[in-house]
């Protein structure tokens, strides 16, 4: 069985469950792992679009 | 004669001073299970269902499963993250998963979805020792 995803999308679901496992992990209440793990997940993300045009910047 | 709440006291805090060997062993073993079996069930599940996905995503992306090895120290390293991940580590090397293929640039995601799997793993079964000794609700 083979998994076909794109760059993007690969990086998503990493970005979803290492989020899951930090927010739960790291904080003690029911909200504040809900909102560490939606930060953590928004840094992710926004680490993948920053790279992401910093590469862009490079190549041109 | 034993008086029957200190006998309860007592009786508890056997269980509890067992829960902290049992609960990251088998949190380990199994992923959320050492929450399960401290009846945290959505933590447990939502830790389950977040590591399963990265392992069975990495391995359908081709990635690689280390084995033990002296060699490079980047296998070295890897072979110590998929180990964190339990008792999926040790199926998929007797299932004989997880060849890899050099072909495929997702592969190398694959090979790094199941290393961080079993590290995510590590810091979950750490999470239920925590639980277990009350540091944490």
């Known amino acids: ?60 | 004669m034993a008086n029957p709440q200190s006998t309860a006291v007592a009786r508890n805090d056997s269980a509890a001073g067992s829960m902290t060997y049992v609960a990251p062993i088998v949190g380990w073993l199994v992923p959320g299970l050492g929450h399960l079996v401290q009846r945290r069930y959505i933590r447990g599940v939502l830790l389950m269902l977040a590591i399963f996905t990265m392992f069975f995503a990495g391995l359908g992306m081709q990635g690689k499963i280390y084995a033990p090895n002296t060699g490079d120290l980047l296998d070295i390293l890897g072979f110590i993250g998929d180990v964190g991940v339990g008792a999926l580590y040790f199926i998929a090397r007797m299932m004989n998963w997880g060849i890899g293929n050099i072909h495929r640039a997702v592969a190398d995601y694959g090979t790094k979805y199941i290393v961080v799997a079993g590290l995510l793993n590590v810091i979950a079964a750490v999470d239920a020792y925590h639980i277990a000794i009350g540091k944490k609700p």
């Not at chain 1, 504040?32 to 926004?46: E, K, T, V």
């Open chain 1, 1 to 60: 069985m083979t998994f076909e995803l794109s760059h993007f999308n690969a990086a998503l679901l990493f970005a979803l469950c290492a989020s899951i496992v930090f927010g739960i992990t790291q904080r003690s209440t029911a909200r504040d792992m809900l909102r560490y793990g939606a930060y953590c997940f928004s840094l992710f993300i926004g680490g993948v679009i920053v790279a992401a045009w910093v590469m862009w910047f490079i190549k041109h």
